[in-house]
């Protein structure tokens, strides 16, 4: 049995390394010099940072992506971070961190609440896992249940950081799914190496079982043949398979065998498409000469005007940067209405990091803004179709189906899984 | 080399530019350092880098 493999990133080398491994013989195309998509390493004056993902496994060494790469005996490490942090104003009624702040852990995140609300956390954190809320978005939830703008806040900076989204963009079923795999799979953990530990180690899996990987080549069609891929074009050529999976989002997917949906039975799928909206971020990449967050977990920051959170992953892996530095990265989501003031966003990011890090040394190293063609995420979380396409044997993987629930690479790993299932029973 | 406007300012040439030649803040320009050696085009992920032939 033959598989191709669409797209080199994290989701394409997750299925080739699984299907290589039970003995399809699997051909993947990528397009660029380099493997790894949005989560590899980009090497920048001897820091490693990122061509998208922020070093982190959102459930680091007990999550699904470490599972899938233990299952494939991919050689990687995660170490778990320490405990996520909050950084709060010293009062809870400042706007923001200017007349100073404290951090408290992220599990005690109900400290700031009345007493009243947070007995409600309390029982709340009890009944919503057996009877799990739905039919609206987190903020409408938040806002009937409680009268704390403290909450609405922290929503926002979690799904920011997590999703690239704000809390009333993201539906209630998809919240408490994601909370669920936070008591299923626990916290953050960092990949030894970074994001390219991890796909050296995928493509030394896809390699020892045989599989080729063809860089700088660019899939042009799929072939469909009585509604079933059969092959695609790449470089003027045919390559026949029995079964494909491509990385690249179900957008670009059906592009690619857009002659073969002309027909009218596959409509829906095509309308359903036109919804899926990219989610879009910004990452500021910081060197620094001492610890900016201080440990190795996340640090939240809901009281800046656009920063969601902040990561230090030098402290689990400080090869990640020269000797004796820091690499210190912030994530802020982009609403799809300031898109197209992008340099605005930028600034108010850089305005945030000096209330956030007053005093503090550090130097800007880049500024990586995610959207449109290359986003955050290819469909927002919660809203992406799965896996399966109108035409069989054609199956879409990475971070536009994923699975529920699952937060960023987790989603990916855990809608890979899924496909596999499929395939493989 | 010319930066259209597919750019999303991801920073992926920035960090391939030999020459240093590239700055980014919501999207990539060409600094006067360019030399034109066009590797920038490779690797970037949404065709935003035309090249003169």
Redesign the interface.
């Known amino acids: 049995m033959k598989a191709i493999i669409i797209g080199a990133g994290l989701g394409g080398l997750l299925s080739a390394a699984k299907l290589s491994q039970v003995g399809y013989q699997v051909e993947i195309f990528e397009?660029?010099?380099?493997t790894g998509?949005r989560f590899t390493n980009?090497?920048?004056r001897g820091f490693q940072?990122s061509?998208?993902a922020l070093h982190t496994l959102p459930h680091g060494p007990t999550g699904p992506l470490t599972q899938l790469l233990k299952e494939v005996n991919a050689d990687v490490q995660i170490i778990r971070s320490d405990q996520p942090t909050i950084r709060m104003p010293l009062e809870k009624s400042n706007p923001n961190y200017r007349k100073g702040f404290k951090d408290i852990f992220f599990n005690k995140f109900f400290t700031p609440l009345s007493n009243k609300d947070r007995l409600k956390i309390a029982l709340l954190i009890v009944s919503t896992r057996k009877n799990r809320p739905s039919g609206s978005n987190l903020k409408a939830w938040i806002i009937n249940q409680f009268k704390d703008e403290w909450l609405l806040k922290l929503a926002d900076s979690f799904c920011g950081w997590s999703l690239s989204l704000k809390s009333d963009n993201v539906p209630l079923e998809e919240f408490f799914e994601m909370i669920e795999n936070m008591y299923r799979f626990g916290g953050p953990g960092v990949p030894i190496g970074g994001c390219k530990g991890v796909i050296d180690a995928l493509e030394a899996v896809i390699i020892a079982n045989g599989g080729r990987i063809y860089n700088?080549t660019e899939v042009s069609k799929i072939i469909v043949e009585n509604g079933r891929a059969a092959g695609i074009f790449a470089g003027d050529r045919v390559y026949e398979a029995n079964l494909i999976i491509s990385n690249l989002g179900h957008a670009a997917t059906a592009l690619l065998c857009s002659e073969a949906l002309l027909d009218k039975t596959y409509a829906s799928y095509f309308k359903m498409l036109e919804l899926l909206k990219p989610s879009a971020g910004i990452k500021i990449c910081l060197a620094a000469d001492e610890p900016l967050v201080g440990h190795s977990g996340i640090l939240l920051t809901p009281y800046a005007k656009r920063i969601n959170g902040i990561n230090e992953v030098t402290h689990v892996d400080p090869n990640l940067a020269p000797p004796g530095k820091h690499l210190t990265m912030s994530h802020q989501h982009i609403a799809p209405e300031n898109l197209k003031n992008?340099?605005v966003?930028?600034e108010l990011g850089l305005e945030d990091l000096k209330e956030i890090f007053p005093g503090k040394k550090y130097k800007v190293l880049?500024?990586?803004?995610?959207?449109?063609?290359?986003?955050v995420n290819r469909a927002a979380s919660g809203l992406d179709p799965g896996n399966e396409t109108p035409i069989l044997e054609l199956y879409v993987v990475g971070d536009g189906a994923k699975g529920k629930g699952g937060i960023e690479i987790e989603g990916v790993a855990l809608g890979v899984a899924a496909t596999m299932t499929k395939i493989l029973g | 080399m010319k930066i259209n406007d597919n750019c999303v300012g991801c920073g992926q040439c920035v960090s391939f530019c030999n020459q240093g030649a590239i700055e980014v803040k919501g999207k990539a320009t060409a600094t006067a350092a360019c030399i034109g050696c066009d590797i920038c085009f490779l690797y970037c992920p949404v065709k935003a880098i035309e090249v003169s032939v």
Do not use: T
Request: proline fraction near 8%; aromatic fraction near 12%.
């Open positions: 397009r660029l010099p380099i998509g980009l090497n920048y940072l061509s998208g700088k992008l340099r966003e930028i880049l500024i990586q803004s995610y959207h449109d063609g290359w986003p």
